[in-house]
Nanobody
Framework: QVQVVESGGGLVQAGGSLRLSCAAS????????MGWYRQAPGKQRELVAG???????NYADSVKGRFTISRDNAENTVSLQMNSLKPEDTAVYYC????????????WGQGTQVTVSS
């Protein structure tokens, strides 16, 4: 079992920055991939950014050049630096850890609210 806990988030004006952090615990040796997802009201949850154990990253087109995901494998943490925030970035952000053997199991944090005012 893996547990993930997010921190960060809050209210920021458009153009501002926020940093989200996520700490994983439990059977962290089984984690293959960690990522950040978000869900806005009335919309489906979507991948924002992800990073593999080897450091390969992927981003949603809407955040490329503005958000940066990083990971500390030794500390089992993953962070999301969000710059140049826009009102459309407003959502609940969830940390995800994908672990185990194929087809893998997804573990989710409780979510943290990010609100960007115009």
């Amino acid at each position: 079992q893996v547990q993930v806990v997010e921190s960060g988030g809050g209210l920021v004006q458009a153009g501002g920055s926020l940093r989200l952090s996520c700490a994983a615990s439990g059977t962290t040796f089984s984690i293959k991939y960690m990522g950040w997802y978000r869900q806005a009201p009335g919309k489906q949850r979507e991948l924002v950014a992800g990073i593999s154990n080897s450091g390969n990253t992927n981003y949603a087109d809407s955040v490329k050049g503005r958000f940066t995901i990083s990971r500390d494998n030794a500390e089992n943490t993953v962070s999301l630096q969000m710059n140049s925030l826009k009102p459309e970035d407003t959502a609940v952000y969830y940390c995800n850890a994908r672990a185990g053997l194929f087809p893998y199991h997804d573990y989710w944090g409780q979510g943290t609210q990010v609100t960007v005012s115009s």
